[in-house]
């Protein structure tokens, strides 16, 4: 090796023989310029430091202090009727404000039905929509019609609600409804009389607002599954769509039902579109063409006119329920989408 | 990843798909077949979706534009029947609250989210608050006005702007908290290094350095959740509760947008109606104007130069 | 002028890995001098011991003394102020993304208060001029930023920022490992200008380097000091035999 190597350098004053042998140079204080000693003035600012680290973790400790105060005084403020009815308020289906009986029946009915009417129309197509985009749609398209679906998370309920009003709600009455009474009636979910508002119509909105949120989680669990996935199916000979089913949605499926079950905690809270087409009425029918209400219509509905604190503590536990409920089915789902992500963040909201 | 799943049943899943493969090399034309009604299911699917987004848009600019005129933005209500009324008291109320909102919402949640990225990366805490935040998120946003109906409008025996700002602004904290930490995470480690390096105070590093070089990504969270409040009309009800005058006194009821449109909704007034069409689209393109400024900034590139 | 860095005993671990054994050295003050060996040999942790980065880890531990210019960093006084002492040049050049070059160079100085305008100037010039950057940027100072310069001029620019605040011991790592030779070449010859003036600590990578610039060669392996001696005894009479394999490129 030809290397240019430094010279053994000549000594220095600040050289001190040691005894053993060699030579050390001594660590002089260095002199200080006008720059250090303003910096050696600045002292350690640890006190700053943990003063706006304990801040930052009460902020982020702000976020348990938001539910634990939610819980406390939804708690707090139904007792009356907690004393009063105890578990049997889940049960009674008599809703009578003015006799001080109050029954929440009729509304978990409500939840539940335009839950379900919702989930029947809205899985399917978000399913269908999140295959399309993930798997089949061509990449010059894939952005605008994604960010279209996104666009769909946007709009406000009271929109929707407006929308379903004036526009959804004719358009049953006249075309879809006449039919579905026609060809399902047998059924006893679809019999006259029908004035279009119901829990049919509370489902069919809500359906479209809870599609966005199910078509995009479950486009987020089928990118995850892994290509060599979808590589070792078509190399046996599939099909484009048996690729997708047997090399995608099956590993995705539990993904999907996560997305499902978030999509479910949604429609559970909603409150205003339900609240403007499902015809609040405290009822239990059989028919889906029947005006009825869900939990959150109806504290909406009565909750600016409840006169006495019975009435208010009746809708406050109502709204507890809500809360518990919808509480659990989110962290169900979040858990089933987390296995499947395995932790990356959950972009919708 | 599916993966794990996926491996451990991947032969199986292989037995499976060959043995059903093989089967129906006998009926490959309904192989064929299936193929393509699931390709045109697909698309009607998504048609299907794309539908009532677009009914609803040309909806709102037919039935909402008419009314958009000079009035709609300076007047209050007229009584029924009279001409000329418009919505300015809710314009105006909606930006009082989404202002309270924003600066109780914005400043906890940005701190949220330092603390999630900078102090308690990988710890058991930071997990937790990041899944309650999610599930906070799922809360319905009644249930939030019902809380804070119990906390601030019972004692203060009154409906009133600060309620309804309390009320927006918790629910904007743990999406801003969210998109925060997600922004910071991404600021590269070595930005980071070189202001410790020299000796800078931690809080100063973060705040000067880390929170700087990730402002563009965070601001377009906030902006994210303040679209998302911006049409919130549920927590709105019990604690704003609206109110037909000028008001911007925070301890008095006071109108928005998303509530005028709702009463206005539920009226038997045709001119009411029209005027929700109208304050519909003004709330539609406020949103519509945040959601793409957002895509058009994550998809850019939130973070100049920091790569 | 620079200091001598006293090292005693200093162990390190990055959770239960250990990563540092029993490192003791007399770094000389206003000499360069250069650390090598292997990749994973521990060089890297030792240099970031000194100015207390390696603490910045949550699961690093460090035992030991390191006394630079007769002061305990680690029992004597706080890391942020251990570093306004001893500044650190990267493996890959970091500028701040979001500043300008003078607000760059100047970051040192103004995240820790100092407002002095004039004073500035003269500061972010005069570190300028000895990173051997003036020249090439002094028309677009607060123009441009920090991240649109070319990768060699980018490092100049953090070693500038690193003398801005005028510390007594300069440390670097593989500065220019991801630079093309040119810019090495440069640097190596701001080098030779720096010692003069301050303390300076190289891990390096490339053995011709550290014999070009350095008076004094550390070899470490496997998280221990084999041999510290004058370069010129290193590159051709290695007192141990793993020295003289490593150079003789055996292994590594």
Redesign the interface.
């Given at each position: 090796?030809n290397?240019?190597?430094?010279?053994?350098?000549a000594p220095r004053n600040?050289d001190v023989a040691l005894p053993a042998g060699g030579i050390?140079?001594?660590?002089?204080?260095?002199?200080t310029?006008?720059?250090?000693s303003?910096?050696?003035s600045?002292?350690?600012?640890?006190m700053?430091?943990s003063?706006?680290?304990w801040?930052?973790?009460?902020?982020?400790?702000?976020?348990?202090a938001?539910?634990a105060?939610?819980a406390t005084?939804?708690v707090?403020?139904s007792q009356i009727t907690l004393a009063k009815f105890g578990w049997k308020f889940f049960v009674g289906s008599a809703w009578d404000p003015v006799n001080n009986n109050f029954g929440a029946l009729p509304f978990i009915y409500g939840t539940i039905m335009t839950s379900i009417v919702a989930l029947v129309i809205a899985v399917?197509?978000?399913?269908?929509?999140a295959?399309?985009?993930t798997e089949?749609c061509p990449k010059a398209l894939r952005?605008g019609?994604s960010?279209?679906?996104?666009?769909?998370a946007?709009?406000?309920?009271?929109?929707?609600?407006?929308?379903a009003?004036?526009?959804l709600v004719p358009l049953l009455r006249t075309y879809i409804n006449p039919f579905l009474i026609d060809v399902l009636g047998w059924t006893g979910l679809f019999v006259r009389p029908d004035f279009g508002i119901g829990m049919f119509a509370a489902g069919v909105i809500l359906a479209?607002m809870i599609?966005p949120i199910i078509?995009s989680l479950t486009r987020e669990?089928m990118s995850?599954?892994?290509h060599t996935?979808r590589e070792?199916?078509l190399a046996?000979?599939?099909?484009?769509?048996?690729m997708?089913r047997?090399g995608v949605l099956?590993?995705?499926r539990?993904?999907i039902v996560g997305s499902i079950i978030?999509g479910l905690?949604?429609a559970?809270?909603?409150?205003?579109a339900v609240a403007?087409v499902i015809g609040s009425s405290p009822t239990i029918s059989k028919s889906l063409l029947a005006p009825a209400a869900t939990m959150?219509s109806v504290?909406?509905n009565e909750?600016?006119e409840a006169s006495d604190d019975t009435y208010r503590s009746a809708?406050?536990e109502i709204?507890l329920a809500?809360?518990l409920v919808?509480?659990v089915?989110?962290?169900l789902?979040?858990l089933l989408v987390w296995a499947?992500?395995?932790g990356a963040?959950?972009r919708v909201? | 990843m599916g993966g794990d799943a996926g491996r451990a049943g991947e032969g199986e899943l292989m037995s499976g798909a060959a043995v059903s493969l093989r089967a129906s090399a006998l009926n490959r034309r309904w192989r064929w077949v299936a193929n393509h009604m699931a390709t045109w299911l697909a698309v009607g699917a998504t048609l299907l979706v794309i539908a009532p987004l677009v009914a609803i848009f040309v909806d709102l600019v037919y039935k909402g534009a008419v009314s958009l005129n000079w009035n709609f933005f300076t007047k209050l209500p007229v009584p029924v029947g009279e001409k000329g009324g418009g919505m300015a008291n809710a314009i105006v109320g909606s930006g009082v609250l989404l202002g309270l909102a924003s600066a109780m919402g914005v400043p906890i949640g940005i701190a949220a989210g330092i603390y999630l990225s900078e102090y308690g990366r990988g710890t058991k805490l930071s997990i937790l608050v990041r899944f309650t935040a999610d599930v906070l998120n799922g809360v319905p946003s009644i249930v939030m006005g019902i809380a804070v109906y119990a906390l601030i409008v019972a004692p203060m025996k009154g409906f009133s702007a600060f309620a309804g700002g309390v009320a927006l602004g918790i629910m904007m904290i743990p999406t801003v908290a969210r998109t925060t930490e997600e922004m910071l995470l991404m600021v590269p480690h070595s930005i980071r290094e070189a202001a410790l390096g020299l000796g800078v105070p931690n809080w100063r590093s973060m705040l000067s350095i880390t929170l700087k070089t990730a402002l563009p990504g965070v601001i377009t969270g906030c902006m994210l959740a303040f679209a998302r409040v911006a049409g919130e009309t549920a927590p709105l009800l019990f604690t704003a509760f609206g109110n037909n005058f000028w008001s911007t006194a925070l301890n008095q009821p006071i109108e928005a947008l998303p509530l005028q449109i709702y009463v206005y909704a539920l009226s038997p007034y045709d001119e009411w109606h029209r005027l929700a069409w109208a304050g519909s689209l003004v709330l539609i393109a406020l949103i519509v104007l945040a959601v793409s400024l957002v895509r058009y900034v994550t998809t850019r590139g939130a973070l100049k130069g920091a790569r | 002028m620079g200091v001598g860095i006293e090292v005693n005993g200093l162990n390190a671990w990055y959770g239960t890995n250990h990563t540092l054994l029993d490192i003791s050295l007399h770094i000389p003050a206003n000499e360069a001098t250069a650390l090598i060996g292997p990749s994973g040999c521990g060089k890297s942790t030792f240099v970031r011991c000194l100015n207390r980065m390696h603490e910045t880890n949550p699961i690093a531990k460090v035992t030991g003394q390191v006394k630079v210019g007769g002061l305990d960093i680690y029992s004597d006084t706080s890391a942020v102020e251990v570093r306004r002492r001893i500044g650190m040049v990267f493996q890959r050049p970091n500028p701040f993304p979001t500043m300008s070059i003078y607000d760059n160079v100047a970051s040192g100085l103004k995240l820790n208060g100092y407002r002095n305008r004039r004073v500035l100037d003269e500061v972010v010039e005069r570190s300028l001029k000895h990173a051997a950057l003036w020249d090439e940027v002094k028309d677009e100072l607060k123009k441009k930023s920090g991240a649109s310069l070319s990768g060699g001029q980018q490092q100049r620019l953090c070693i500038a920022r690193a003398l801005a605040v005028d510390p007594e011991v300069l440390l670097m790592d593989e500065p220019a490992s991801a630079l093309d030779p040119v810019s090495t070449a440069k640097i190596e010859d701001l080098i030779f200008q720096l010692k003069t003036q301050y303390t300076i600590v190289i891990v390096t990578h490339n053995m011709q380097q550290a014999a070009r610039v350095a008076e004094k060669t550390g070899f470490f392996l496997n998280g221990k000091l084999i041999e510290f001696d004058s370069t010129h005894k290193i590159f051709t009479n290695p007192g141990d035999k793993r020295t003289e394999d490593y150079i003789t490129g055996r292994f590594g």
């Open positions: 090796m290397l240019r190597i430094q010279e053994p350098r600040t050390v140079s001594v660590a002089v204080p260095a002199p310029s006008p720059i250090r303003y910096l050696q600045r002292g350690n600012s640890s700053a430091d003063t706006f680290r801040l930052m973790l009460l902020c982020a400790l702000s976020i348990f938001i539910v105060l939610i005084e939804l707090t403020h399917p197509l978000a399913v269908g929509v295959v399309f985009l089949m952005g019609l960010f279209l679906t996104e666009l769909l946007a709009i406000p309920s009271v929109v929707y609600g407006l929308w009003i004036f526009v479209i599609l078509s669990v995850a599954v892994p996935q070792a199916v046996l000979g599939a099909t484009r769509w048996e997708i047997m099956r590993n995705a539990i993904g978030l905690g949604r559970l809270g909603e409150t205003m403007m959150a504290i909406a909750f600016a809708l406050i709204g809500l809360f919808t509480i089915v989110n962290i789902a979040r499947v992500t395995r963040p959950a909201s | - | -």
